[in-house]
């Protein structure tokens, strides 16, 4: 396999993992809120800014990979 195409795949990987952690990050948030325990919002705000990034980096690495 080509070098290349072993950072493409590793980097689709950790894009696919960081958005499973967002998702489920943001969940667990929004539990916690609505047990009144308002630390979470802060975990809130963090996962949200993770899933923006996220997105950005998937639509970069798509873009990137159909030029």
């Known amino acids: 396999m080509n070098k290349n195409k072993i950072y493409k795949y590793s980097l689709f990987v950790v894009i696919i993992f960081m958005f499973i952690e967002a998702v489920?990050?943001?969940?667990?948030?929004?539990?916690?809120?609505m047990k009144n325990?308002?630390?979470?919002?802060?975990?809130?705000?963090l996962f949200t800014f993770i899933l923006i990034f996220v997105i950005f980096a998937t639509?970069?690495?798509y873009k990137k990979l159909n030029k």
Do not use: E
């Open 24 to 33: 489920l990050g943001i969940t667990i948030s929004i539990y916690g809120i």
């Open 59 to 61: 639509l970069h690495f």
């Open 37 to 45: 325990q308002m630390v979470f919002k802060y975990l809130l705000v």
